[in-house]
T-cell receptor, first 115, second 120 residues
Framework: AQSVTQLGSHVSVSEGALVLLRCNYS??????LFWYVQYPNQGLQLLLK??????LVKGINGFEAEFKKSETSFHLTKPSAHMSDAAEYFC?????????????FGSGTRLSIRP | DAGVIQSPRHEVTEMGQEVTLRCKPI?????LFWYRQTMMRGLELLIY????????DSGMPEDRFSAKMPNASFSTLKIQPSEPRDSAVYFC??????????????????FGPGTRLTVT
């Protein structure tokens, strides 16, 4: 069975500072991993995805994530935070079930940006 | 592309009333997912369909909830009767999964804007 654990329900950083959102996964098969972002009053948008092609994945808005099998981690980073990055971020893993696929989401991390 | 369309965007109803939420997936997608999001429970998968057939409804809270997908371009989630604890944001998402997959593949889901349901 697949699952993800997001460490820290709330992260606060200063504008211009490094953003680091942590995610650890559990999977009995090679995982496919995602980061989604949810801005206030909106649905979830795909930030980036890992599909085993490259361990460092670049996404939209300057975000990237690195897949580390030895640490079972898929942390999300951005070198310099911007006020517009304030949102909730979800790590997720793809699960194969009965000939169809579904995504298992983590509990989310709310990112706040201090001016 | 219009993306996933949900209606209504907001719904306020009284306890005991029937509520119907609607979703139009992205054209060409063959899988549809209904989620519920609350502060207490986070994002929960309620049910998902593949080629209009319900694959997994284990997340449906109870018999008051039902979902249908009569065709590839429309799905409904119905709550009857509604209760205050059903208040949440309900999301619909769609995805394209090959009909004859050869193995585990990853398919991202595209989310609609959600319906905010308030039951008083």
């Amino acid at each position: 069975a697949q699952s993800v654990t997001q460490l820290g329900s709330h992260v606060s950083v200063s504008e211009g500072a490094l953003v680091l959102l942590r995610c650890n996964y559990s999977s009995s098969v090679p995982p496919y991993l995602f980061w989604y972002v949810q801005y206030p009053n909106q649905g979830l948008q795909l930030l980036l995805k890992y599909t085993s092609a490259a361990t460092l994945v670049k996404g939209i808005n300057g975000f990237e994530a690195e897949f580390k099998k030895s640490e079972t981690s898929f942390h999300l980073t951005k070198p310099s935070a911007h006020m517009s990055d304030a949102a909730e971020y979800f790590c997720a893993v793809s699960a194969w079930y009965s000939s169809a696929s579904k995504i298992i989401f983590g509990s989310g991390t709310r990112l706040s940006i201090r001016p | 592309d219009a993306g996933v369309i949900q209606s209504p965007r907001h719904e306020v109803t009284e306890m005991g009333q029937e509520v119907t939420l609607r979703c139009k997936p992205i054209s060409g997608h063959n899988s549809l997912f209904w989620y519920r999001q609350t502060m207490m429970r986070g994002l929960e998968l309620l049910i998902y369909f593949n080629n209009n057939v319900p694959i997994d409804d284990s997340g449906m809270p109870e018999d008051r909830f039902s979902a249908k997908m009569p065709n590839a371009s429309f799905s409904t989630l119905k709550i009857q009767p509604s209760e205050p604890r059903d208040s949440a944001v309900y999301f619909c998402a769609s995805s394209l999964i090959p009909i004859s997959p050869t193995g585990h593949r990853t398919y991202e889901q595209y989310f609609g804007p959600g319906t905010r349901l308030t039951v008083t």
